[in-house]
């Protein structure tokens, strides 16, 4: 008898997990996301706090900086008129996405690269920031590009759900692959001698190198990473209002002068190569 | 739910693996730590005592994800390189066996005075009367909270997915990342851990009433 109720409480929480299963995502993805921001008069982004020129968390005003906050706010005032308001919400690589289909966001702008697989679950703008995939190693290590991480007993470090950390699988099948939660992270793992180089887009790397003498980026961009802005899938709407905007900027100079502002004095980096269409 | 199994059943056998052993690992060595210090506050030397007070209430004290990050990226910058299945399990087991401290001192004190009291008068030494009447009786009386320990110590193992430990959550973060399908790839992690802590919690319990 007692073996009996355990067996009924068992299926019970299986079934519990399994009536959650079937009752998931459906939920605020049909609504128009562009008709409530206007009626909100608010955009919320996906932005990244931990990613020098892109995004970062200035402690001291405890606000988020970077030229995706600069973009955002920019595409907002052209969606919503003057007076739209832009708020901002932290993601990273691994939550961007969950918390777009969950409707906590109402688009990405956060380093993310369009990618087919991507394209089937969100809808992407057009390309706002042509980056690359690179490398950043120590300045004395023997690791000059991509090809000589191809070895048994090397180490890549790598951000949970990006691009980045699938694309060095495919070009170095033979190191292995550490997936650490954000950039911060990844690179105190290198600090620490946890693996031997570190890899994401180049705007990202060449941000960290700025700030730490010791680094720097090697063996160019290997692969092309347009980052786009993303809307969950459907609402295409947003998604024309966010391309029209983008394509304003950069006829009256607004993106080129962003561009200018965050990546103006960055050394061995290429304005026109982040620019291209 | 089934499509994340079946397609990744391999990345989710090598998670569970590692989550199963590390939990094994963390158990065993908390336990031996764990006791140790808990007949550390008990002994009648003060410096031991304080040592043992000292260890308890740092690691108890302190979130496990940051002993986790401190093993997986302060200690390598001084003495040795720990990956993230190694210095993800040293800080489980510290971080379990202050717990496991705790919950066996308070065993070892309910236990009443009178027996080793008696066992002293028959000529044991206080080791001998520690190791063969008191701590037998202590274990029997902290089952219950050693088994939410040994519950919790198994959930906790989930930091190594912060110190890319390669264990079942770091493999379910992959897979939902890449897969973009969170929702069920969670639901397929936590049934998979409910499948190593649902018999963990039977068997204490049974435990529990074969000892009463």
Same mark, same amino acid.
């Given at each position: ?29 049909? &609504? ?5 921001? &206007?009626?909100? !008069? ?39 008129? *003057? *007076? ?16 777009? *289909?969950?409707? $906590? =966001? ?7 690269? =369009? ?10 703008? !057009? ?15 023997? =690791? ?15 951000? *949970? ?40 887009? !180049? ?8 700030? $730490? ?32 905007? =983008? ?17 103006? !004095? ?10 291209? &269409? | 739910?089934? @499509? ?21 690992? +963390? ?40 002993? %986790? ?14 990956? %993230? ?33 008696? #066992?002293? /008068? @028959? ?5 001998? /009367? ?25 959930? @906790?193992?989930?930091?190594? /997915? ?11 973060? /992959?897979? +939902? ?34 000892? #009463?």
């Amino acid at each position: 008898m007692r073996r009996w109720k355990s067996i009924l409480v068992l299926c019970g929480m299986l079934l519990l997990t399994l009536s959650l299963g079937a009752c998931s995502n459906e939920k605020s993805a049909q &609504q128009n996301a562009l008709k409530r921001s &206007q009626e909100s !008069n608010t955009l919320t982004w996906g932005v990244k706090a931990d990613t020098r020129l892109f995004g970062l968390m200035d402690i001291k005003s405890g606000t988020i900086k970077g030229f995706d906050i600069d973009m955002g706010k920019e595409v907002t005032k052209r969606v919503l008129g *003057k *007076k739209g308001h832009a708020k901002f919400v932290q993601v990273t690589s691994k939550t961007r996405i969950p918390l777009l *289909k969950n409707g $906590n =966001i109402d688009a990405i702008i956060a380093t993310m690269t =369009i990618t087919p697989d991507r394209e089937k679950i969100v809808d992407f703008s !057009n390309v706002y920031f042509a980056a690359g995939q690179s490398l950043l190693v120590k300045k004395d290590s023997d =690791i000059k590009n991509v090809r000589d991480l191809n070895k048994d007993g090397m180490t890549v470090l790598a951000v *949970k759900g990006s691009t980045s950390a699938v694309n060095v699988k495919k070009y170095a099948p033979k190191a292995k692959v550490l997936e650490l939660e954000d950039y911060a992270q990844a690179f105190t793992a290198l600090k620490s001698g946890q693996g031997d180089a570190m890899t994401t887009d !180049n705007g990202i790397l060449f941000g960290i190198a700025a700030e $730490n003498p010791g680094y720097h980026v090697v063996g160019g961009a290997f692969t092309n990473e347009p980052y786009g802005i993303a809307v969950d899938k459907g609402q295409t709407q947003l998604k024309n209002k966010i391309d029209q905007a =983008i394509a304003d900027m950069r006829r009256d100079g607004t993106y080129q002068r962003l561009l200018q502002k965050w990546f103006g !004095n960055v050394a061995g980096f290429d304005l026109k190569e982040a620019s291209q &269409q | 739910m089934i @499509n994340v199994f079946t397609q990744h059943w391999q990345e989710l056998l090598l998670g569970f693996g590692n989550t199963l052993l590390c939990s094994v690992i +963390a158990l065993f060595f908390s336990l031996i730590i764990g006791s140790t210090f808990a007949i550390f506050e008990v002994l009648p030397y003060k410096v031991l005592h304080i040592i043992g007070r000292v260890y308890i209430e740092v690691f108890r004290n302190i979130p496990l994800l940051v002993i %986790g990050m401190f093993f997986y990226v302060v200690v390598p910058q001084f003495f040795v390189t720990l990956d %993230g299945f190694t210095a993800g399990t040293i800080g489980l087991t510290l971080y379990t066996s202050s717990f496991i401290a705790e919950t066996v001192r308070a065993g070892i004190q309910a236990v009443d005075d009178g027996q080793m009291e008696g #066992a002293r /008068a @028959n000529g044991l030494t206080f080791m001998q /009367a520690m190791w063969h009447i008191i701590l037998p009786q202590a274990f029997r009386y902290v089952i219950p909270p050693l088994g939410n320990q040994f519950i919790n110590l198994v959930k @906790n193992s989930s930091v190594l /997915a912060f110190v890319a430990g390669f264990d079942l959550m770091y493999q379910g973060d /992959a897979i +939902a990342s890449t897969t973009f399908d969170t929702f069920n790839t969670y639901i397929v992690v936590g049934i998979l851990y409910l499948i190593i802590t649902l018999p963990l919690s039977y068997y204490m319990r049974y435990l529990e009433k074969k000892l #009463a």
